[in-house]
């Protein structure tokens, strides 16, 4: 499961990197850069959930569940 959960971040955070080759920073909110923002906020979000998610695995073993 963590190998799993290592690969789901690696994919997200491969997400963010395309996503940000995608913006136009002159045009933030427009177009495809409104897509590509919003992609990477969604992929941060999913790192984070991740991150919480091994994090909670590590308390559950060291508690002996």
């Known amino acids: 499961m963590k190998t799993f959960i290592y690969i789901l971040m690696a994919l997200a955070l491969g997400l963010v990197i395309f996503n940000i080759t995608q913006l136009d920073f002159s045009h933030i909110t427009e177009g495809n850069s ?12 999913a790192i984070c959930v ?16």
């Open 34 to 45: 409104l897509v590509a923002l919003i992609g990477i906020v969604a992929s941060l979000c």
């Open 50 to 65: 991740l991150q919480i998610l091994r994090n909670s695995m590590s308390i559950a073993e060291k508690a002996g569940k």
